[in-house]
């Protein structure tokens, strides 16, 4: 399976089903998902609903343009349909059930356009659930270019309605109009072990989770997608779980090759005050700020690491010298932060 079709697939089943899994679960009673496009009666009388999808993504060049585009329905069962190919200036239109699905190129402006329309007659008056039953749940559009490349949507400004498209592929001739807010390239982070249904949240926390789910919890699911989930995550063993834990990697130190974990920086000067690792300093965060930041005001601490991110700012990591589990928390990496005008170096 190609990186693009595993993060299409993960997207598609997000909010499918949430913790704890059962299909009492309040939060589980109806489907969950984004992207959601509702039969247009009930989107005229629920604000923020919509009856449709416009995705609209500038080309540069290209020959021809497909679009693939996959949905749920209120069972569950997943829809795939194909448009195109198609040339510039060139539309196509196909109608399947309840639903109309266009492709169109407009060469005078190098827009390519997919719409889809729920066009199910319903009565008036729906509650969320009869809505949903007649809806395209989690719509997800993927538009390719042959021999041509997409200029990034977030770029570019054009109409786009209950879709957020972001170029897909390492040669941009893919756009994914997600259900979600996503970068231009997203891809599933490597050290995932799968589909959670709730892939927004943190993967660590639900594996965890799931851990502690009941016999009774697990023998009252009966979706056979999520009981999958539940027999995979729970053969995850104990390493397999660590290695969720945490963005930071170990890295090599800087003498004989031993292993630290992201050691930082060694050194560093803001507002010409200079910060070197292993020193003490006063913390000093104000009695303005969290009840944590107040009882530690005034107390000594070791600068275990410094750090710098992408925007320049420097994190300065410290363990407090009178806490009785200061070497624990050294041993394990388990800092306390502060900024450089939080701390006095002494």
Same mark, same amino acid.
């Given at each position: 399976?190609?990186?693009?079709?595993?993060?299409?697939?993960?997207?598609?089943?997000?909010?499918y089903?949430?913790?704890?899994?059962?299909p009492?679960?309040?939060k589980?009673a109806?489907?969950?998902?984004?992207?959601?496009?509702y039969?247009a009666?009930?989107?005229?009388?629920?604000?923020?609903?919509?009856?449709?999808?416009?995705?609209?993504?500038?080309a540069?060049?290209?020959?021809?343009?497909?679009a693939?585009?996959?949905?749920?329905d209120?069972?569950?069962a997943?829809?795939?349909l194909e448009?195109?190919?198609?040339?510039?200036?060139?539309?196509?239109?196909?109608?399947?059930?309840?639903?109309?699905?266009t492709l169109?190129?407009?060469?005078?402006?190098? &827009?390519?356009?997919?719409? #889809?329309?729920? $066009?199910?007659?319903?009565a =008036?008056? *729906?509650?969320r @659930?009869?809505? %949903?039953?007649?809806?395209?749940?989690?719509?997800?559009i993927?538009?390719h270019?042959?021999?041509?490349r997409f200029?990034s949507?977030?770029e570019a400004?054009l109409?786009n &309605?209950?879709?957020?498209? #972001?170029?897909? $592929?390492?040669?941009?001739? =893919?756009? *994914?109009g997600? @259900?979600?807010? %996503?970068?231009?390239?997203?891809?599933?982070?490597?050290?995932?072990?799968?589909n959670?249904f709730?892939?927004?949240?943190?993967?660590?926390?639900l594996?965890?989770?799931?851990?502690?789910?009941?016999d009774e919890?697990?023998?009252?699911?009966?979706?056979p997608?999520?009981?999958?989930?539940?027999?995979?995550?729970?053969?995850l063993?104990?390493s397999?779980?660590?290695?969720?834990?945490?963005?930071?990697?170990?890295v090599a130190?800087p003498a004989?090759?031993?292993?630290?974990?992201n050691p930082?920086?060694?050194?560093?000067?803001?507002?010409?005050?200079?910060?070197?690792?292993?020193?003490?300093?006063l913390?000093?965060p104000?009695?303005?700020?969290s009840?944590?930041?107040?009882?530690?005001?005034?107390?000594?601490a070791?600068?275990?690491?410094?750090?710098?991110?992408?925007?320049?700012?420097?994190?300065?990591?410290?363990?407090?010298?009178?806490?009785?589990?200061?070497?624990?928390?050294?041993?394990?990496?388990?800092?306390?932060?502060?900024?450089?005008?939080e701390?006095?170096?002494?």
């Amino acid at each position: 399976m190609s990186k693009l079709d595993q993060l299409v697939d993960s997207l598609l089943y997000e909010g499918y089903a949430l913790y704890p899994y059962t299909p009492d679960a309040t939060k589980n009673a109806t489907p969950t998902p984004f992207g959601i496009v509702y039969p247009a009666a009930y989107a005229a009388e629920c604000e923020g609903a919509s009856d449709h999808v416009r995705l609209e993504s500038a080309a540069e060049r290209g020959t021809s343009f497909t679009a693939t585009l996959r949905w749920l329905d209120a069972a569950g069962a997943e829809h795939r349909l194909e448009l195109g190919p198609i040339g510039w200036a060139e539309r196509t239109t196909t109608t399947v059930a309840d639903a109309r699905f266009t492709l169109r190129t407009d060469a005078g402006d190098g &827009v390519v356009r997919c719409c #889809v329309h729920n $066009t199910a007659e319903v009565a =008036t008056g *729906l509650d969320r @659930a009869q809505a %949903l039953a007649r809806s395209l749940l989690s719509v997800h559009i993927l538009l390719h270019v042959d021999h041509g490349r997409f200029r990034s949507p977030l770029e570019a400004r054009l109409e786009n &309605v209950n879709t957020w498209p #972001v170029l897909a $592929t390492d040669n941009d001739d =893919t756009i *994914l109009g997600a @259900a979600i807010v %996503l970068p231009d390239h997203p891809e599933v982070a490597p050290r995932s072990h799968g589909n959670l249904f709730d892939n927004t949240e943190i993967e660590e926390a639900l594996v965890l989770h799931v851990q502690t789910l009941t016999d009774e919890e697990r023998e009252a699911v009966g979706d056979p997608k999520v009981r999958a989930m539940l027999e995979r995550t729970l053969a995850l063993g104990p390493s397999e779980i660590m290695d969720l834990h945490s963005g930071l990697r170990e890295v090599a130190g800087p003498a004989l090759g031993e292993v630290d974990n992201n050691p930082g920086e060694d050194r560093a000067t803001v507002d010409g005050v200079t910060f070197v690792k292993g020193t003490t300093l006063l913390l000093k965060p104000g009695t303005d700020r969290s009840v944590h930041d107040r009882l530690l005001d005034g107390h000594r601490a070791t600068l275990e690491r410094i750090y710098v991110d992408y925007d320049g700012r420097v994190h300065l990591a410290v363990t407090v010298d009178d806490d009785p589990g200061q070497q624990l928390m050294r041993a394990t990496g388990r800092y306390l932060f502060f900024f450089a005008d939080e701390v006095q170096p002494l």
